[in-house]
């Protein structure tokens, strides 16, 4: 069956670093890939989009690459700040559909 | 403008009563979703309305749980005869469409749903 993991262990970094969350899938052959944020108590929030046919993404301080040979995306903020502090959720889908299927999510925490 | 609106907020019910849940998508999209999510899980996908192509409903858990949408707008899940294990967030989500085209979703905040 189709699976996707990510670091389930909360991931600590001090400000000004950067954060690198994973994104591991089998059993699957995606034709896009979604990275959403969710704060606690809220819906998550869309903040890129990445295709099967794309190697790298990038946004502001946000970066995303897809290897679909690895099976991975790797989600990179650089010059982290307290204020990305939340969870981060991989989303994956295919061709013929916009159904989402989601990791578990990885919660960072950025310290001052 | 108006996001994805989703009520009630949240909801305390007894074991075996039936519930009731509503969402409001952006104006003009014409894909919307359903997820539930357990505490500190991902979000698992239940049912899906594109257009007016019949829904996907491969993510329902059992036949207690359904959905429709009505007039292509507002829709309403609808767990009957509710169990404890169906307490959880229950998240709805719209896009501009929903097929090969990658659209990003946005959510509502959700239901939090407790069953005594």
């Known amino acids: 069956s189709q699976k996707i993991e990510q670091n389930s262990e909360a991931l600590n970094i001090q400000e000004g670093k950067t954060a690198t969350l994973t994104c591991n899938y089998t059993?699957?052959?995606?034709?896009?890939l979604q990275w959403y944020r969710q704060d606690p108590g809220r819906g998550p929030v869309f903040l890129l989009l990445?295709?099967?046919?794309?190697k790298e993404k990038r946004k502001e301080r946000l970066k995303v690459t897809f290897d679909t040979t690895l099976k991975q995306s790797l989600f990179h903020i650089t010059a982290s700040q307290p204020a990305d502090s939340a969870t981060y959720l991989c989303?994956?889908?295919?061709?013929?559909?916009?159904?989402?299927?989601f990791g578990q999510g990885t919660t960072l925490q950025v310290k001052p | 403008g108006a996001g994805v609106s989703q009520s009630p907020s949240n909801k305390v019910t007894e074991k075996g009563k039936d519930v009731e849940l509503r969402c409001d998508p952006i104006s003009g999209h014409t894909a919307l979703y359903w997820y539930r999510q357990s505490l500190g899980q991902g979000l698992e996908f239940l049912i899906y309305f594109q257009g007016n192509s019949a829904p996907d409903k491969s993510g329902l858990p059992s036949d207690r749980f359904s959905a429709e949408r009505t007039g292509g707008s507002v829709s309403t899940l609808t767990i009957q005869r509710t169990q404890q294990e169906d307490s959880a967030v229950y998240l709805c989500a719209s896009s501009v469409s929903g097929t090969g085209h990658g659209q990003p979703q946005h959510f509502g905040d959700g239901t939090r749903l407790s069953i005594l």
């Open positions: 990445i295709r099967e046919n794309e």
């Open positions: 989303a994956l889908a295919g061709s013929n559909t916009g159904k989402l299927i």
């Open positions: 059993n699957y052959s995606p034709a896009y």
